[in-house]
């Protein structure tokens, strides 16, 4: 019998591992710089909290949960988004009693039985921020100008910021109602999902990449000309501080995102590279969410990326996560298994000084040594024989240039040190 992960998975591999960890590296540190904590929230919650927080009637809740039954009978669903988890967690704790606002993020998996594709998997990871506490734009600038910063440290930097205002719950229903007449004679020529958004959600209508429906959307209502006054005077807010940080964005009126819990602000970073899969990442404001959760009315603003999808964008660059790998020390020697000792405590005596090291185990030839240690990206390769055992000396070479010496065991730490200086960066920034 052989096993498969399950479809929709994936292994990632030590051979992949160092871009996730690059990532998540980059993400981290700018969450430091941006005050915000990290949480960690369960893998499952109640059923409930979904088709509450992320809505009834959206494709996640209706089509792509994980729902399943534990032995004491309770419905509980892998979470599909970090959002509701973090609303909960938000009120469970009364995190509203302390002051505001409150900055969290969160980088893991999540699930949707959703169909695997270049990109997409069932289980997927998320990075997200949420902010709770404020309805100031300048908070929704703050988000957004962090995701900003993020793509263009990791070198995603020609991606297009769309944004728009999707309202508030005193202009949107009436602006949902233009929609209805507009669509109300047209609906044989909407496809069949729109006609059931036409029943639900009909904002969602405007959002179809169906060629049909896109034929249809450019004279259908904007939302942009039915904002109330407080949704028109908060983004043209957002969109002034976003001029005045320099961060190029686009004004997409027809973007309302696929989650109908956004308020007033909604954004999304594009890529031009990654076809169906475009989308990077997008958020915006969420002012009734808290209340819906069943907490005091609470602003909240925030944003998730898709990390599978920025790693595939970096692929496509031609990424090289060897840039920022650490550099190692491989201990070759050469001689009998009497070495072993001396080479162990060489090793020891390395990472204690804080340099990744690693010794041979194999009893290989130092030939096929040296070639394990170039072929595994090794910088400094420290050669062990009789002679230098005899001697308190080592060689090093330099697996950059090829340079080898001799070098005292006493002035051993010193000398590495000095050496992978010169050979560049660590990951330490991480
Ligand atoms: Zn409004
Ligand atoms: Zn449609």
């Known amino acids: 019998m052989s096993f498969k992960a399950p479809r929709g998975t994936r292994d990632i591999l030590p051979s992949e591992i160092e871009k996730w960890q690059y990532v998540e590296g980059v993400l981290r540190k700018l969450c430091r710089e941006y005050g915000y904590s990290e949480i960690r929230t369960p893998l499952f919650e109640e059923t409930g909290l979904f088709?509450?927080?992320?809505?009834?009637?959206?494709?996640?809740?209706?089509?792509?949960?994980?729902?399943?039954k534990d032995r004491a009978e309770r419905s509980l669903t892998l979470r599909p988004e970090c959002t509701a988890s973090v609303v909960r967690s938000f009120l469970e704790h009364k995190l509203f009693n302390e002051?505001?606002?409150?900055?969290?993020?969160?980088?893991?998996p999540m699930f949707r039985y959703d169909r695997p594709q270049a990109g997409r998997y069932r289980?997927?990871?998320?990075?997200?921020?949420?902010?709770?506490?404020?309805?100031?734009?300048?908070?929704?600038?703050?988000?957004?100008?962090?995701?900003?910063?993020?793509?263009?440290?990791?070198?995603?930097?020609?991606?297009?910021?769309?944004?728009n205002s999707v309202g508030c719950k005193f202009c949107r229903?009436?602006?949902?109602?233009?929609?209805?007449d507009y669509y109300k004679n047209k609906l044989e020529k909407l496809c069949t999902d729109c006609h059931i958004r036409y029943e639900r959600n009909p904002l969602r209508i405007l959002d179809c990449k169906n060629e049909k429906c896109l034929s249809l959307v450019q004279d259908a209502p904007s939302l942009a000309d039915n904002l109330c006054?407080?949704?028109?005077?908060?983004?043209?807010?957002?969109?002034?501080?976003?001029?005045?940080?320099?961060?190029?964005y686009s004004v997409n009126h027809r973007l309302v995102r696929g989650l109908d819990y956004y308020t007033k602000t909604a954004f999304e970073f594009v890529s031009a590279e990654l076809g169906a899969q475009s989308s990077l990442g997008g958020g915006g404001r969420y002012d009734n969410l808290v209340e819906i959760c069943g907490g005091?009315?609470?602003?909240?603003?925030?944003?998730?990326m898709g990390l599978e999808r920025v790693i595939l964008a970096l692929d496509k660059r031609g990424f090289d996560p060897s840039l920022y790998r650490d550099k190692r020390v491989f201990v070759a020697l050469a001689g009998d298994d009497k070495l072993q000792h001396e080479g162990l405590l060489i090793t020891q005596e390395l990472r204690r000084a804080g340099i990744s090291a690693e010794l041979d185990f194999m009893g290989r030839s130092l030939k096929s040594q040296m070639k394990f240690a170039g072929k595994n990206n090794f910088s400094l390769v420290i050669i062990l024989g009789e002679k230098e055992l005899k001697e308190k000396a080592v060689l090093l070479r330099d697996m950059q240039n090829g340079e080898q010496e001799e070098i005292k065991r006493?002035?051993?730490?010193?000398?590495?040190?000095?050496?992978?200086?010169?050979?560049?960066?660590?990951?330490e920034e991480a």
């Open 99 to 108: 002051p505001q606002p409150q900055k969290f993020y969160y980088i893991g």
């Open 51 to 68: 088709a509450r927080g992320v809505g009834e009637g959206t494709d996640i809740v209706e089509k792509e949960m994980y729902t399943f």
């Open 296 to 304: 005091p009315p609470t602003p909240g603003v925030g944003v998730a």
């Open 173 to 180: 229903p009436a602006y949902n109602q233009l929609v209805l």
């Open 229 to 248: 006054e407080e949704c028109a005077t908060h983004f043209s807010s957002v969109l002034s501080f976003l001029d005045s940080l320099n961060i190029r």
């Open 410 to 427: 006493s002035k051993l730490i010193d000398k590495i040190k000095e050496k992978l200086k010169r050979q560049g960066k660590t990951t």
């Open 123 to 163: 289980q997927f990871h998320q990075f997200g921020v949420e902010a709770f506490g404020t309805s100031s734009p300048v908070l929704d600038t703050e988000v957004i100008a962090m995701s900003n910063d993020f793509f263009q440290r990791i070198g995603l930097d020609d991606l297009n910021l769309e944004i």
